[in-house]
């Protein structure tokens, strides 16, 4: 063993001992969560490398906090032992495999429950005849402290039960729900108190007061998801079954727990729904908690010293971390806004590691105020694009200054402008290379004009060559030239050509939508492409024409119409005219009927359709599109942001799942694949 080694194993054994005491015994933790689970899973993993190293009284032999000695300690007649954790799909797979080895039948598992991994604090409460006896914290695992007093304020908890086994302990959360946690810290803060950092120290906290009037203020929840011991109660064969008869007890039983019978696949559908839908509860979980669902094979797999083996935590990615904010930047758009945004030292959070993160605009930058040099927290939730919450204003180094808007793009150096009564910066120069880029970005996209071959960085180069100064200049361009840059051999020059070709017969809501007009994305391209059927109709159409089309609000109508008022703007659909772009709309595709008796589930949003236009798409051509999916189903569309249920039914019923492109192509030919 190296120095190096032993001295890390000891260092991260006496600071993971001091965070334990911080946040089991103060109920204010010193680190996050996620630093706390690495230094454990750091200090494992050297122990596991060097056995010599072992230490019995190490934070890894421990489940985790001490009893305080303020209240009587329980003896737990079984012990309420902690989870192994996974983080990833490998760790869950080798999970999986190492239960089925361990096994002597030869079949594998096929039957867990998942449950949400409930952010809280585990109380055991022990019922005598019905009656409420006891309640006990955690403490050690084998040790708790006595906390009846405060249970009883718990509203969620029955007191009594009906038909109840002679003796009955059973285990689960006390939590705060997050609406509970907000009015408590809006109270505390004006009240001049000091805040609790989450609501589970909140509800730790106020679990642990010696007097109950504090807990019966707080209107603290519960959730029951296992029973310690049982005598005189039905032969319970599965956990499924006894979540069903705690809930018949009388006892809140998360409605989110579920059997899944179809393997590891169905369990990856589970924590991805839940990863999806985590900020839309109102309380908190950090993780699914999978179990073997038969109580006999539970039994057989049986426990280490810490944690049953027939259970596993898996940890979903936390939301919020901490990171610097290295600089503030501002992007120039296709249309000129000028939006801020951080550049951060890149950080793990909501499952993708993120270096940059939008500020929308100047007044939330003042807002916030966070500055070049801050250290900042930042959220990532579900699918939400990240944002910077906030500075942490405690690690703020002296004297850092506020940050200022800058005064010229950074593209162009021309002014940048913030017009009356707009949040938005804007750079003003149509011909800023930042803008055309954007521009081209945009008309050359699949949902727009669709022009393979055309990259970013093709576009930059065109651009400072000076080939490109508007879309229009795309179906004049020298392609002799183009040959001779580096890089640019016969072939590519050829698919590029052949594809600003094609796209001239692009329909009239693919060319509007790639005109880059403010606010009109492409629902509303094909809307005024259906109105108008030509595109100079739409030039000419006046201010009332265009605010009498329904479903076109009226920002968006002025900008459609300030839009073609633009000469420059007049110019390029010359261009466009010249070239042969098509004008002419709605060109309706051919829809033989390639979906004769298929049923056709799509599930969250599509680049290329507006919903009715997917309905009409798979209609029209003989499909059937219902809301969800069945043993019917022929194949599931997902698209971006998509609903978690409809995806794992789908794997479970092993139904072909399609991406756009999938989507693209059934239409075509009518074939899965
Ligand atoms: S079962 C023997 N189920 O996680 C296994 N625990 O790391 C007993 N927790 O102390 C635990 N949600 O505080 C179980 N659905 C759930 C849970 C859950 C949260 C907590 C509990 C426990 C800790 C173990």
């Known amino acids: 063993m190296t120095d190096n080694d032993l001295s890390r194993i000891k260092e991260l054994r006496a600071e993971i001992r001091k965070h334990n005491v911080a946040y089991y015994e103060s109920d204010s933790p010193s680190i996050s969560d996620e630093e706390w689970d690495h230094m454990m899973r750091e200090l494992r993993n050297l122990e596991a490398k060097y056995p010599d190293a072992y230490d019995p009284s190490s934070p890894t032999n421990n489940v985790g906090g001490t009893p305080s000695q303020i209240f009587a300690p329980v003896q737990h007649s079984v012990p309420m032992m902690s989870l192994d954790n996974a983080f990833d799909d490998i760790e869950l797979d080798q999970w999986i495999k190492k239960i089925d080895r361990r096994l002597t039948s030869s079949a594998a598992i096929d039957e867990f429950c998942c449950e949400l991994k409930f952010d809280g604090l585990a109380i055991s409460i022990r019922y005598e005849n019905g009656k409420l006896v006891q ?44 609406s509970e946690f907000e009015k408590l810290n809006m109270k505390a803060k004006q009240l001049g108190e000091k805040a609790y950092v989450n609501p589970r120290n909140a509800a730790a906290g106020s679990i642990r007061q010696k007097n109950s009037s504090v807990a019966a203020q707080r209107n603290l929840s519960f959730w029951a998801y296992q029973i310690g011991r049982i005598s005189g109660g039905p032969d319970l064969k599965s956990h499924f079954g006894t979540l069903e008869y705690l809930s018949s007890l009388g006892f809140p039983v998360n409605q989110n727990a579920e059997r899944v019978t179809s393997g590891k696949h169905g369990l990856r559908a589970y924590i991805n729904e839940y990863r999806l839908k985590k900020s839309n509860f109102d309380y908190e979980f950090d993780g699914i908690v999978i179990k073997v669902d038969s109580l006999k094979i539970q039994e057989e797999l049986g426990s280490t010293a810490k944690a049953p083996r027939w259970a596993l935590a898996f940890k979903l990615p936390p939301e919020e971390q901490t990171t610097k904010l290295l600089d503030i930047e501002v992007s120039i758009g296709a249309a000129g806004s000028a939006t801020p945004f951080a550049r951060l030292e890149p950080v793990f959070v909501g499952g993708v590691t993120v270096s940059t993160a939008t500020l929308h605009n100047e007044d939330q930058v003042r807002e916030k105020d966070v500055r070049p040099g801050d250290t900042v927290i930042v959220r990532r939730a579900g699918e939400v694009i990240p944002e910077v919450v906030g500075p942490v204003l405690d690690k703020r180094p002296n004297d850092l200054p506020q940050w200022k808007f800058p005064k010229s793009c950074p593209s162009c150096s021309d002014e940048l402008s913030r017009p009356d009564g707009e949040a938005r910066h804007r750079c003003t120069n149509y011909y800023c290379p930042r803008q055309v ?40 361009l020298d392609f002799h030239k183009i040959q001779s840059f580096e890089g640019f051999g016969e072939t590519s020059v050829s698919n590029l050509e052949l594809a600003i070709e094609s796209s001239k017969s692009k329909t009239l809501g693919n060319l509007i939508f790639g005109l880059s007009i403010p606010h009109v994305g492409r629902t509303n391209a094909d809307l005024l492409a259906v109105s108008f059927k030509h595109l100079d109709s739409l030039i000419e159409a006046s201010l009332d024409e265009l605010e009498a089309i329904e479903g076109l609000g009226p920002v968006i109508a002025s900008s459609v119409f300030n839009y073609f008022k633009e000469p420059k703007h007049r110019e390029l659909i010359e261009k466009f005219r010249s070239a042969g772009v098509n004008f002419v709309g709605p060109v309706l595709e051919e829809t033989d009927n390639t979906l004769q008796g298929k049923v056709i589930v799509v ?71």
Do not use: C, W
């Open 603 to 673: 599930t969250g949003t599509l680049q290329g359709f507006s919903r009715d236009q997917i309905a009409e798409a798979i209609t029209s051509r003989g499909g059937k599109s219902p809301g969800s999916v069945s043993g019917k189903t022929s194949a599931l569309i997902v698209g971006s942001n998509p609903g978690g249920s409809k995806l794992k039914k789908a794997e479970e019923l092993g139904i072909p799942i399609l991406d756009e492109s999938g989507f693209q192509n059934l239409l075509k030919s009518g074939e899965i694949n």
């Open 437 to 476: 880029r954007g521009r081209v970005e945009h008309f050359a996209q699949r949902t727009a004009m669709d022009i393979e071959h055309l990259g970013e960085q093709t576009i930059d180069l065109f651009v400072t060559e000076g080939l490109i100064n508007d879309v229009g200049d795309l179906y004049t």
């Open 135 to 178: 309640a006990a914290t955690r403490g050690d695992g084998s040790i708790g402290e006595d906390v009846t007093h405060n249970v009883l304020t718990i509203r969620d908890i029955p007191k009594f039960i009906k038909d109840a086994p002679q003796l009955l302990e059973v285990r689960g959360e006390v939590y705060l729900r997050i």
